[in-house]
């Protein structure tokens, strides 16, 4: 069955320190790949997708993706976290037509002030 | 315009009682899907509704779980006899293409 694995449940990080969320999914057929986020007490939303074109994708704060077809990977980074990045990011994976996602089960980031 | 509209936003119900949560989505996206999140996990498929075409329902976890969609408007989620273990967030989602829209969510409490 295809999966998506988010290996971290949680990740603790200094303010200003960089940052990696892993995701990992199970097939290297065409793929699109999402990150979305959920700050706290707020509904999940969009942060950045990865549909064709350019593997590097990048969000209007700061963080870039980079699809890797070789290790099926969409690991998502910042160079220097702040406090208000606090929230849970669910990576997301869409295999075929129809428009469904399959979900990683999350990771919590921490920032540590 | 207007984001996706849950409602309730809170439900407290007790064991055996049936539910009834409702999600209005996005005007014109045809796609609507309704996910549970339990505490302190990640998001669980529920169901899926595309356009007129028969809903993916390969997500509900048991028959006491339904839900209906009326054309591309509203959709409500029903359980009935509701357990403890159905206590979770319910999230419902609307989209037109990969990108899914998020409505705030139903915190449903099972006591």
Do not use: M
């Amino acid at each position: 069955a295809q999966s998506v694995t988010q290996l971290d449940s949680q990740v603790p990080v200094f303010e200003e320190a960089p940052v990696e969320l892993r995701c990992n999914y199970s097939s290297s057929v065409s793929v699109y790949l999402f990150w979305y986020v959920q700050y706290p007490n707020q509904g999940l939303q969009l942060l950045l997708k990865y549909l064709s074109g350019s593997t590097l994708v990048e969000s209007i704060n700061g963080f870039e993706a980079e699809f890797n077809k070789s290790q099926t990977s969409f690991h998502l980074r910042k160079p220097s976290v702040h406090i208000s990045d606090t929230a849970e990011y669910f990576c997301a994976v869409s295999y075929d037509s129809n428009y469904q996602l399959i979900w990683g089960a999350g990771t919590k980031l921490i920032i540590k002030p | 315009g207007a984001g996706v509209s849950q409602s309730p936003s809170n439900k407290v119900t007790e064991k055996g009682k049936d539910v009834e949560l409702r999600c209005d989505p996005i005007s014109g996206h045809t796609a609507l899907y309704w996910y549970r999140q339990r505490l302190g996990q990640g998001l669980e498929f529920l169901i899926y509704f595309q356009g007129n075409s028969a809903p993916d329902k390969s997500g509900l976890p048991s028959d006491r779980f339904s839900a209906e969609r009326t054309g591309e408007s509203v959709s409500t989620l029903t359980i009935q006899r509701t357990q403890q273990e159905d206590s979770a967030v319910y999230l419902c989602a609307s989209s037109t293409d990969y990108e899914q829209y998020f409505g705030p969510g139903t915190r449903l409490t099972v006591t």
